[in-house]
């Protein structure tokens, strides 16, 4: 005989196989939200990491970079292309942050 749980209706193998998962339906915890406070240090989290723009002179500079890089990979290596990828070409790189 299967061993269901009458709350969430997990048979014993889904039990063992996602105990946390199992354990937060059992417990009712699964319908709780985030308080405030935790929500607005998230948003301040964010707003932070948003805020770090990186400066134009950053910005110029990897572009000489990539055209620095891509000049002498071009005259040793025939018919080689250099592109640049990521968030270095995206605009959502750090500042400091590297060239893909």
Wanted: with cysteine; proline share 3%.
């Amino acid at each position: 005989m299967s061993e269901i749980c009458p709350t969430t209706g997990f048979s014993k193998k889904s039990k063992e196989r996602w105990p946390y998962l199992w354990g937060k339906l059992a417990s009712g915890q699964s319908n709780e939200f985030p308080n405030q406070d935790l929500i607005k240090s998230i948003d301040r989290g964010i707003k932070e990491v948003l805020k770090v723009k990186d400066s134009s002179t950053g910005e110029e500079n990897r572009q000489n970079l990539i055209k620095h890089l891509r000049k002498i990979i071009c005259s040793k290596i025939k018919d080689a292309t250099l592109e640049a990828f990521g968030s270095s070409q995206s605009g959502l790189s750090l500042i400091g942050g590297d060239i893909d």
